[in-house]
C-alpha cells in the first residue's frame, strides 16, 4: 500500500507555471502507474497525465505540450510541471496510483488529498 501527500498548488495568474509535487510513501512509485487527475467545481474529475516504469509519460489532449510529469526515485516524489497555464487549468489537483495503465479515476486504487491550483485572467 502507498500513502501520497500532494503539495504546491497555488494561485497563479495566465501565462504562469507551477510545479505539483506527490510524495510517496509505504511503496516506492515506480511500483505503480502514477496519475494526476483534477477536479473543477462542479465537474467530474478528469485525467491529466500519468508515467509508469520506464519514464513511460500519456497526457490529456488539453494539457499535452504545456504539462510534463516526471518522477524522481532518490525521493520517492513525482512532479507535475505546469507551464503557459490558463483560467480553465483551475481545479483541485489529484496524484493517485494504479497497478494498471488506465485513464479513468475508476482504475486507481490510491490517492491523495488534492492541492487547489487557481490560475487568474
Known amino acids: 500500500q502507498v500513502q501520497l501527500v500532494e503539495s504546491g498548488g497555488g494561485l497563479v495568474q495566465a501565462g504562469g507555471s507551477l510545479r505539483l509535487s506527490c510524495a510517496a510513501s509505504g511503496r516506492t512509485f515506480s511500483s505503480y502507474v502514477m496519475g494526476w487527475f483534477r477536479q473543477a467545481p462542479g465537474k467530474e474529475r478528469e485525467f491529466v497525465a500519468r508515467l509508469r516504469s520506464g519514464g513511460i509519460t500519456y497526457y490529456a489532449d488539453s494539457v499535452k505540450g504545456r504539462f510534463t510529469i516526471s518522477g524522481d526515485n532518490a525521493k520517492n516524489t513525482v512532479y507535475l510541471q505546469m507551464n503557459s497555464l490558463k483560467p480553465e487549468d483551475t481545479a483541485v489537483y489529484y496524484c493517485?496510483?494504479?497497478?494498471?495503465?488506465?485513464?479513468?479515476?475508476?482504475?486507481?486504487?490510491?490517492w491523495g488529498q488534492g492541492t487547489q491550483v487557481t490560475v487568474s485572467s
Open positions: 493517485a496510483a494504479s497497478s494498471i495503465r488506465g485513464t479513468s479515476s475508476r482504475q486507481y486504487d490510491y
